[in-house]
C-alpha cells in the first residue's frame, strides 16, 4: 500500500515499509526501509527524522535560503552531482552550458492502483498479487529538466521495484551520462556488501567485503552482465547468518553493463546505488526526449539470508518469469555438446538419442554444430541454414526422427554472433559491431552482430522465425559466447557512440520479445558460455538459463548456492556429465552428480550411448526419481544449511507434505563419524517419514581393505578381485525415522561415517565428494 501522509511517503508489503519525506529544501529524504513499522500520520516519523540544525564543519551549504542543510550528511532518495552532496550519483548530466551539476526538486506525486511496464525494458509484472505504483517527479531548478522516480509495490512479495524516467524538458540537446535505477541512503556504517564473482566455468562465486569506510564496486563493462559479477547483490550486517538478521537483496532487470556501489561517507553513512554501469555511457537526448533506466529490484527480510532468498525466489518465479512455462514441470533433456562437440550428424544424434529415451529422458538438443559450415568455432555464425552434409533431410528430418522415439527435440542457435568466415559477414559486413578501420579485438574467434542497428535485429528475427518454424521444435537453447570490446555502431554517428552497448540491449530485447510471442509453446532456455548472462531481464522472455559449462558436481555445489541466493531453482538448469568431468578433471560419483544437478533443472549431458550399462541403469534410476520428485525440487521452497567442507541444502514443497534434502561432503575429516542433516522448512506440527535410498557399493571401491574380511588373500584389482566385485556387494546404509518437523529440523543424526574401524550396513561410505539425498514425506 502506498500512502501519501503530508510530505511523508509510506510504502508498505506484508512485512516492510519504505518511508521518505519533502524536505523544506524540496530535496527527498530516506527515512526508513526495513521490518513492518507502525506509521499513521506524518508527525510519526519526527523521531526516526535525522535532525538538521547546523551543517557540519566543511561540508557545503546547500543554498543560503536553508543555512542548516548539507547535502552531503542527507540521506537522499536521488542524488545529483554538484551542489554539496560528493557521494556517488544517481544522475549526471552534461547541460548545453557545458555544466555538470543538477539539482532535482520535487513536484509532484502521483499514485496507481496498478504498475506500467518499462516502453523499451524488460519489467516486472503481478497477476496473483497486489501492485501499486507512486511516481514522483522532479525538476531540475536551474536547467528545467524532468527526473521521475518510479516505485512499485508488491505487496504480498516483500518487493519493491524502483526505476527512474530522465525527460528532457528544456530547451535543446543534453547528455546523460549516468542514470540510476535505485538509491539507498543507510544512517550507518559497517554493512557486509555481498557480491557473486567469477568466471567462464566458475560463476557466482559468493564474496562478502565489510563496507566500513570507502566504496566498494560490483559492475559488469562485459557487455552481459557477466559471468564477473552478477547485478544481484546483498547487504547484510556482519553478525546476519542463513536464518537470522536482516538481509537485503538488490537486483536489476537488466542483462547488459551494470553498476552497484556501496559507499560510506565521511559522516559513516552508507549508500547503494544500482543500475546501468556508468562507464562510457553518454545519451544525447534532445528537446522532448526521454530515457528509462532499467528496473531495480529491493527487498529486506529480518529471517537472514534465506529470508531473504525466499522473497527473491517468489518474486523471480512470478513477477519475472512468464508464458506458458510459468509453472509447468521442465522436461530432463539429454544434450549433444559434451558427447559429440561439433563432430555430429543424423546417425550420431539419433543414436545418443535412442540412449537418451531409454534411460528415460524427455526431449533431445541438438547443440551447437549443425548449420553452415559450422565444423569448428571458427566458423559459421550467421548462417542459420542446415548444413546437408551432416543433416541430409534438414532439421526437420531428424526432429521427426527424435520425435518418433518419443522424445521432444529441440536446438541451440547464437542469434547475436557472427563469425568474419560466414556468408553473412561476406553479405553484410557493415551490420558488425566493429570501428570502421581498425583492427578488432575477438572473442572465441567470434564478433558481435550490431543490435543497435534496427535492420539487424529485424533481419535477425527473419532468420529465427525461418529456424523455428522449419521443424516441430519444442526447446530452443539461445547461446552468446563472447564478452563485448570495439564498442561501435556503423549506424550511430559519432556524437551517439555512447549509447551503443544499451541501444544494442534495447534490439536484443526486441529480439528476443518476437520470438518468444510467435513461438509461445517453446521452451527457451538462456545461455552465455554457461552463466555470462544470468539475471531478471533474460528470465522475463526465458524461463530458464544454463548456469554454467561447468558440470562438475564439486563446483556446482558452491556455483548453485551462490544462484540460489537470489534465484530460484526452477531457472537454473543443471546437467549430469560424464567422468572425468571435461572441465576439471574431477571424478565424482554418479550418484552425487545426479543429487546435486536434481536441485536445479535436472539434465544430462553425456554419450548416454557408450556409458557402461551400470551407470546407464544407475542413470534411469535417477531420471525416475526426479521424475517422482520434480514438483517439490522444481518448484518446491529452498533453503541453504551449511556451504562450507558440507553442503546442505533442503526444498519442501509448497504445502509442506513433501521435501528432500541434500547433503554433500567436498573431503572427508579422518575420524569423525558424527554427523547430522538439518532440514529446514518443514511443518513442525507435521509427522514425516525421513529415509534415504540404500545404495549397495562394490567391493573394489575398498581397495585392498577387502583382505580385512576375505578368507583368503585377494590381489587388488586381480581377476578373482574383479569376479569377487560383480557379483558381492557391499551394503549401504539406512536411514529410515518418523518425526514431527520439529524434531527433525533440530538435526538428524545420521549413521555413523566409516573411519578405519569396520564396515557394515550401519556405516555410512562417505568419501570425499560423497552426498546423500534425504526424503520427508507427510504421514497421513
Ligand atoms: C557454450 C555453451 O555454454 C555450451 O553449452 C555449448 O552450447 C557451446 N557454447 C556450443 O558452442
Redesign the pocket.
Known amino acids: 500500500m502506498i500512502r501519501q501522509l503530508d510530505k511523508v511517503f509510506v510504502l508498505d508489503t506484508k512485512n516492510t515499509t519504505y518511508c521518505f519525506q519533502v524536505l523544506e529544501t524540496g530535496h527527498l529524504e530516506h527515512l526508513y526501509y526495513g521490518k513492518k513499522i507502525r506509521i499513521e500520520e506524518a508527525s510519526d516519523v519526527r523521531a526516526i527524522e535525522e535532525k538538521h540544525a547546523f551543517p557540519p564543519g566543511n561540508g557545503n551549504v546547500y543554498d543560503s535560503q536553508f543555512p542548516k542543510f548539507a547535502l552531503e550528511d542527507i540521506r537522499l532518495e536521488m542524488s545529483a552531482y554538484g551542489k554539496g552532496d560528493i557521494r556517488e550519483p544517481f544522475i549526471e548530466v552534461i547541460h548545453r552550458d557545458g555544466s555538470y551539476t543538477s539539482d532535482f526538486l520535487y513536484e509532484k506525486a502521483e499514485m496507481y492502483d496498478d504498475k506500467k511496464s518499462l516502453d523499451t525494458l524488460p519489467s516486472a509484472y503481478e497477476e496473483a498479487g497486489k501492485v501499486s505504483e507512486l511516481i514522483i517527479s522532479l525538476k531540475d531548478k536551474q536547467y528545467d529538466l524532468t527526473l521521475e522516480l518510479h516505485y512499485s509495490v508488491f505487496e504480498d512479495r516483500d518487493v519493491i521495484v524502483r526505476s527512474s524516467k530522465f525527460i528532457n524538458t528544456s530547451k535543446g540537446a543534453v547528455k546523460l551520462t549516468r542514470l540510476m535505477s535505485m538509491q539507498l541512503d543507510f544512517a550507518t556504517s559497517g554493512y557486509v556488501f555481498t557480491t557473486f564473482n567469477g568466471n567462464w566455468a566458475r560463476e557466482m562465486y559468493r564474496h562478502d567485503t565489510l563496507v566500513s569506510v570507502g566504496k566498494h564496486v560490483n559492475s559488469s563493462y562485459a557487455g552481459t552482465s557477466s559471468n564477473r559479477a552478477n547485478p544481484f547483490v546483498m547487504l547484510s550486517r556482519p553478525e546476519t547468518t542463513e536464518d537470522q538478521g536482516i538481509c537485503y537483496g538488490f537486483n536489476l532487470i537488466y542483462s547488459g553493463n551494470h553498476y552497484e556501489a556501496a559507499e560510506v561517507n565521511a559522516y559513516g553513512k552508507t549508500r547503494i546505488v544500482t543500475g546501468i554501469n556508468p562507464q562510457s555511457f553518454c545519451f544525447v537526448l534532445a528537446e522532448g526526449e526521454s530515457f528509462e533506466s532499467p528496473e531495480a529490484v529491493m527487498t529486506v527480510s529480518n529471517e537472514g539470508f534465506n529470508g531473504m532468498s525466499r522473497n527473491m525466489h517468489d518474486f523471480v518465479r512470478n513477477c519475472i518469469v512468464r508464458g506458458a512455462w510459468k509453472k509447468k514441470a521442465r522436461p530432463v533433456l539429454l544434450?549433444s555438446?559434451e558427447a559429440c562437440y561439433f563432430n555430429i550428424n543424423e546417425a550420431r544424434l539419433l543414436k545418443l538419442a535412442k540412449a537418451g529415451k531409454e534411460a528415460g529422458v524427455e526431449l533431445f538438443v541438438m547443440?551447437?554444430g549443425w548449420f553452415g559450415t559450422r565444423n569448428d568455432?571458427k566458423q559459421a555464425l550467421g548462417d542459420w541454414y542446415v548444413n546437408k552434409k551432416k543433416l541430409p533431410g534438414g532439421v526437420k528430418s531428424i526432429c521427426d526422427k527424435v520425435n518418433a522415439l518419443g522424445l521432444d527435440f529441440g536446438i541451440?542457435v547464437?542469434p547475436e554472433m557472427i563469425n568474419v568466415n560466414s556468408d553473412l559477414y561476406r553479405a553484410h559486413p557493415e551490420w558488425v559491431m566493429e570501428i570502421p578501420g581498425k583492427p578488432h579485438s575477438e572473442g572465441r574467434n567470434q564478433r558481435i552482430l550490431d543490435f543497435a542497428n534496427p535492420a539487424v535485429v529485424d533481419y535477425m528475427i527473419e532468420q529465427m522465425v525461418n529456424v523455428f518454424s522449419s521443424a516441430n521444435i519444442s526447446y530452443v537453447?539461445w547461446?552468446m559466447?563472447r564478452i563485448f570490446s570495439d564498442y561501435y555502431s556503423k549506424h550511430l554517428k559519432a556524437l551517439h557512440q555512447g549509447e551503443v552497448a544499451h541501444r544494442y540491449m534495447i534490439g536484443l530485447y526486441r529480439l528476443m520479445r518476437t520470438v518468444t510471442e510467435r513461438f509461445p509453446h517453446i521452451l527457451f532456455e538462456g545461455?552465455?558460455?554457461?552463466g555470462n548472462r544470468f539475471d531478471l531481464g533474460i528470465l522475463c522472455y526465458f524461463p530458464q538459463i544454463?548456469a554454467s559449462?561447468d558440470t562438475d558436481a564439486i563446483y556446482r555445489a558452491k556455483g548453485q548456492t551462490g544462484y540460489s541466493y537470489g534465484y530460484p531453482m526452477s531457472t537454473l538448469t543443471a546437467h549430469v556429465s560424464n567422468c572425468p568431468n571435461h572441465q576439471t578433471l574431477r571424478e565424482t560419483p554418479l550418484a552425487t552428480r545426479f543429487n546435486v544437478a536434481a536441485f536445479g533443472l535436472c539434465g544430462y549431458e553425456c554419450n548416454l550411448a557408450e556409458m557402461k550399462k551400470e551407470e546407464v541403469e544407475e542413470i534411469k534410476a535417477q531420471i525416475a526419481l526426479y521424475k517422482e520428485w520434480r514438483d517439490v525440487l522444481q518448484y518446491g521452497t529452498f533453503y541453504r544449511g551449511r556451504s562450507d567442507n558440507i553442503y546442505e541444502w533442503t526444498c519442501v514443497s509448497q504445502d509442506k507434505s513433501k521435501a528432500v534434502g541434500l547433503v554433500l561432503q567436498k573431503l572427508v575429516e579422518p575420524n569423525t563419524t558424527y554427523e547430522q542433516f538439518t532440514p529446514k522448512g518443514l511443518d513442525e506440527n507435521k509427522k514425516y517419514r525421513f529415509y534415504n535410498i540404500e545404495k549397495k557399493r562394490n567391493v573394489k571401491t575398498f581397495g585392498d581393505l577387502v583382505n580385512a574380511i576375505a578368507p583368503i588373500h585377494i590381489k587388488n584389482d586381480s581377476i578373482l578381485h574383479n569376479g569377487i566385485d560383480k557379483v558381492v556387494k557391499m551394503p549401504g546404509e539406512v536411514e529410515d525415522y518418523t518425526a514431527y518437523g520439529d524434531v527433525l529440523m533440530s538435526g538428524v543424526k545420521l549413521k555413523s561415517a566409516f573411519c578405519g574401524t569396520g564396515y557394515d550396513e550401519n556405516t555410512r561410505f562417505f568419501k570425499d565428494f560423497e552426498s546423500r539425498l534425504y526424503f520427508m514425506e507427510e504421514i497421513l
Open positions: 544434450n555438446w547443440d551447437d568455432d541451440w547464437e537453447k547461446d559466447n545461455c552465455a558460455s554457461g544454463w559449462d
